[in-house]
């Protein structure tokens, strides 16, 4: 007969078990000692001051945002100004790759002696504490052999302003924070590879158990989504009909991120986010400038209808759709079904 450990109501025990004191309050920001990895791209100019606002009130050491191009760097190093060599790093990565297959060439090295821990997060995530916040590296003494740390999505997206008073949902899976010394490489958006010789210990520890959660908006605005369905270089299946988009919106067809944002915008918010979304506040002039770039302001009215249209028929037909997060969103990208028909 097979032992079964117990385990928690998040299924994480006993990976997440330690008899060691938490100690004394240091006083210390929530993410002294730890570096940020994230990806930037045009999409994002929006969006990256509030990002860098929310990360850097948290004690964040520095950001390490990785671009494809000359273009996007300058953007970057013009926005930081003359501080942000203090706290800015941009790594250029090969323009030929799709975003994914780029961050995983991001060479680490330089990386492991600049921060205790690092974080990999996207533009649109961020750290949120259902309890009173505390510093990680106060947590993580709890697991002195853990090398990797695992932060759960709380799903919320902010289709309108109202959204961002409501609570989440849980996602379907989260991203990785790292003792820096034991990270080798980025093995994909959602975990760290680690080195050979790292101490033994869990790889991969739970943080959701302890309140701590990564809130994903997705998207930040309707006009985020919009500016996602024609400007990213992602090969998969919410991107599927990327080079068709325009002409989708013009025959009365949503594209699919757009079905799936209207599928999370269905989804009861039953969760904390940990964090004040309303001081999350974005360059809506900006925004403006981008969707410009593809939609003439008639056309974006159009996709915003097809959009309320697409969640109306979603609505009806709740109890036939699949169960997220017991469904991936790739999964979801490839069931939800069309406006028409």
């Known amino acids: 007969m097979t032992s079964l450990l117990p385990v928690d109501g998040f299924g994480s025990f006993p990976l997440t078990h330690s008899n060691r004191p938490v100690g004394a309050d240091s006083g210390a920001a929530p993410l002294q000692g730890v570096q940020l990895i994230t990806r930037f791209c045009e999409g994002e100019q929006p969006y990256w001051r509030a990002f860098v606002q929310h990360y850097r009130d948290l004690g964040v050491e520095r950001i390490h945002a990785c671009v494809q191009s000359d273009a996007d760097r300058a953007w970057l190093e013009q926005s930081a100004g003359l501080e942000g060599s203090r706290w800015l790093q941009v790594h250029r990565l090969c323009a030929e790759l799709t975003p994914d297959q780029a961050l995983r060439e991001l060479d680490l090295t330089p990386l492991r002696n600049q921060a205790p821990f690092t974080l990999l997060v996207d533009c649109d995530e961020y750290l949120g504490f259902q309890r009173s916040p505390f510093g990680l590296a106060q947590l ?13 999505w709380l799903m919320r997206p902010l289709v309108s302003p109202v959204d961002a008073g409501e609570g989440g949902f849980w ?9 820096s010394s034991r990270m080798a490489a980025i ?3 959602h975990c760290f590879a680690l080195l050979p010789d790292a101490v033994e210990g ?24 919009l500016i996602k369905v024609f400007c990213n270089r992602f090969e998969d299946a919410k991107s599927a009909d990327r080079d068709q988009a325009l002409t989708l919106i013009r025959q009365g067809e949503l594209p699919i991120r757009l079905r799936l944002l209207a599928y999370l915008d269905l989804q009861e918010g039953y969760l904390p986010l940990g964090l004040d979304a309303e001081r999350c506040v974005f360059d809506q002039t900006l925004e403006e400038t981008l969707v ?22 979603l609505e009806l037909l709740r109890a036939e759709l699949p169960c997220y997060p017991a469904v991936s969103l790739l999964e979801l990208a490839t069931l939800l079904p069309p406006l028409k028909g």
């Open 187 to 189: 093995s994909h958006d």
């Open 292 to 313: 410009r770039r593809w939609l003439s302001a008639d056309e974006e009215q159009c996709a915003l209808d097809l959009f309320q249209r697409y969640r109306a028929k």
């Open 202 to 225: 869990p790889t991969s520890i739970p943080l959701g158990v302890h309140g701590l959660v990564l809130v994903h908006f997705w998207g930040r605005s309707a006009r985020d989504c």
């Open 171 to 179: 996602g379907h899976v989260g991203k990785p924070i790292v003792r």
């Open 140 to 152: 993580f003494d709890l697991y002195p052999t853990g090398s990797q740390w695992y932060l759960p």
